[in-house]
Each structure stands twice: as C-alpha cells, then as structure tokens.
C-alpha cells in the first residue's frame, strides 16, 4: 500500500523566501504525482501535475520535480509572498491500481 | 465549466439520520472519485468510479456508507445511520481518463456535523 509523508509539517517564513516542500513515497511504481494547495474551509486547487515519465513541471514561481528512484518529489516556490500562505498537499496516484494517495500536507505561513 | 459541484456546503444532523451528499463532476471527465477529510485521518478515500462502475470502495468506513454513480453527470454518498464519528469535510473529485486517472479536480466540499 502506498504511503505518502510530507515534510516539514508547518513552516513559517518572512516574505521573500525561496522554499522547498517535500514530499515521499513508499512505492516507485507511480502513475502521476499532483500537487495541491489548500485554503482554509476551502477544497483542494491544482497546483502542479507530473506524468511518471516527467522529471519536473513548471508553472509560475512554482517548480514540481520528481525523482521516483528515491521515492520523491519536491516543490519549490520562489520569492514567497503572503498570498501564498496555505497548505500545500502532495498526492501519488499508484500504477495498477490508480489510487491517488495524499500526504498529510505542508501548512505554510508567510508573513510581510 | 463551473468546476466540480457540491451540495450541501454544510449539513448538520442528529445521531441516527440518513445523510445524502451529492456530486456533480465536471462535464466529459471519466474518473470520480470521494474522499473524507479529517484532521485525525487526512484525506482518505473512501471509493473511486470509472465511467459509472465502482472500481474500488475498499476505503469506505463500514455498511453504514453506500455510493451511487447512476450516469456520468451525478454521483451520491448516503450515510444510513449516521454517527457523530462521520463528522468529516467530504470532498468528491474527477478526473479525464488517460491510461488512467489525469489531473485531479476538487468541488469545494460538504461539511458535515452529527450531534
């Protein structure tokens, strides 16, 4: 069974920062990986989707890459700002049996 | 497109009545998929259809939970009795169809309160 983790847990930066989240998983066999961000009461808006045969995906000031050897993923978002204070969700859909599985996620503060 | 569409955005029910969540996916799109938010759990899945079928509810909690895909523009969860451990943001997502399931897109979810 899948298991995915995501790290750090929270994060509190001053606006500017450059920031990685990172994301692992258990099981190299993937079909895709998705990234998300989350807002408060809020459902789940699509950041960054990578294809198993992609190495990184670009969209913006964010950078998604993957490395399924390892079993991970990263995203990197330059030049923080406050708006983008979330919380950033990471979900490995499984080959075979297409099951998407999500991280616990990555609540982000970014403060002026 | 409007996007995925939930209804209700919130429900508050007494222990013991039936609970009915609805989805709407977005047009054409062949995957749908229902989860449970919780801040104990996560996001966990409860079962995924394609084009109508139930392909996996492995993930629904107990007998309590049943889900209906009736055609391609509407899905419903039901939960008969409910208990206040079901209190949860459940959110439905769908997907296009490649090999198989593509970009995930979320509805804004339906909040659920049992007393």
């Known amino acids: 069974k899948q298991e995915v983790t995501q790290i750090p847990a929270a994060l509190s930066v001053p606006e500017g920062e450059n920031l990685v989240l990172n994301c692992s998983f258990t099981?190299?066999?993937?079909?895709?990986l998705q990234w998300f961000r989350q807002d408060p009461g809020k459902g789940l808006t699509s950041l960054l989707l990578i294809q198993s045969s992609q190495r990184e995906q670009t969209s913006g000031r964010l950078n998604a890459s993957l490395d399924k050897s390892s079993g991970r993923s990263t995203l990197y978002i330059a030049a923080s700002q406050p708006g983008d204070s979330a919380t950033y969700l990471c979900?490995?859909?499984?080959?075979?049996?297409?099951?998407?599985?999500f991280g616990r996620g990555t609540s982000l503060i970014v403060h002026p | 497109d409007a996007g995925v569409i939930q209804s209700p955005r919130h429900e508050v029910t007494e222990m013991g009545q039936e609970v009915t969540l609805r989805c709407k996916p977005i047009s054409g799109h062949d995957y749908l998929f229902w989860y449970r938010q919780t801040m104990m759990r996560g996001l966990e899945l409860l079962i995924y259809f394609n084009n109508n079928v139930p392909i996996d509810d492995s993930g629904m909690p107990e007998d309590r939970f049943s889900a209906k895909m009736p055609n391609a523009s509407f899905s419903t969860l039901k939960i008969q009795p409910s208990e206040p451990r079901d209190s949860a943001v459940y959110f439905c997502a769908s997907s296009l169809a490649f090999s198989g399931p593509g970009e995930l897109f979320f509805g804004e979810g339906s909040r659920l309160t049992v007393l």
């Open positions: 099981d190299s066999a993937i079909y895709n």
């Open positions: 979900a490995v859909t499984s080959g075979g049996s297409y099951i998407p599985t």
